[in-house]
């Protein structure tokens, strides 16, 4: 319920930042852990594989392409740091951003309430004006205990 209670109002925080889709070609391959990866033009164009997924998860992929920033100071305390070699929350909805800024999207969030969890929490309290080095530490104390090894996420600077 409180999940669900964050996505939405994520989820209606954004609706009026949303920009329309772009056009590209873009390209689907399976990573080796299985996740699926999808590369397209840019952050504002979403990858095939949301299309079938529900309004929220779809709309935190959104805020993560928006939040790159952010979610890369971020630990996941899913277990993918182990399982999928992520090194932040931010690789579970993008394994990488290229210098053209294309960006190649993953998968494993679609499957993940940790992962989306944690994403949100950060991207809301980034919009209320906290800093990385604040949100960093409260993401490693709620998560602390119960979860997976936290992912090998570099601190941000103070």
Same mark, same amino acid.
């Given at each position: ?14 609706? +009026? !930042? ?9 390209? $689907?391959? %399976?990573?080796?852990? #299985? ?47 182990? +399982? !999928? ?9 993008? $394994?990488? %951003?290229?210098?053209? #800024? ?57």
């Amino acid at each position: 319920m409180k999940k669900a209670a964050l996505l939405v109002i994520l989820a209606a925080t954004l609706v +009026s !930042a949303c920009s329309p889709k772009e056009q590209a070609q873009q390209h $689907q391959h %399976k990573a080796p852990n #299985g996740d699926l990866r999808e590369q397209t033009a840019s952050a504002g164009v979403l990858p095939e594989f949301l299309k079938n997924k529900p309004e929220p998860i779809r709309v935190v992929y959104q805020a993560a392409g928006q939040a790159t920033d952010l979610l890369q100071w971020i630990p996941c305390f899913c277990g993918c740091g182990e +399982s !999928a070699g992520h090194q932040s929350n931010l690789n579970c909805f993008i $394994q990488k %951003k290229n210098a053209d #800024g294309s960006i190649v999207w993953d998968d494993h969030g679609t499957r993940c309430d940790v992962c989306l969890e944690i994403a949100v929490q950060s991207i809301r309290m980034k919009q209320d004006g906290k800093s990385d080095l604040e949100i960093r530490k409260f993401i490693e104390q709620t998560y602390k205990t119960g979860y997976a090894k936290p992912t090998p996420t570099p601190m941000p600077s103070a």
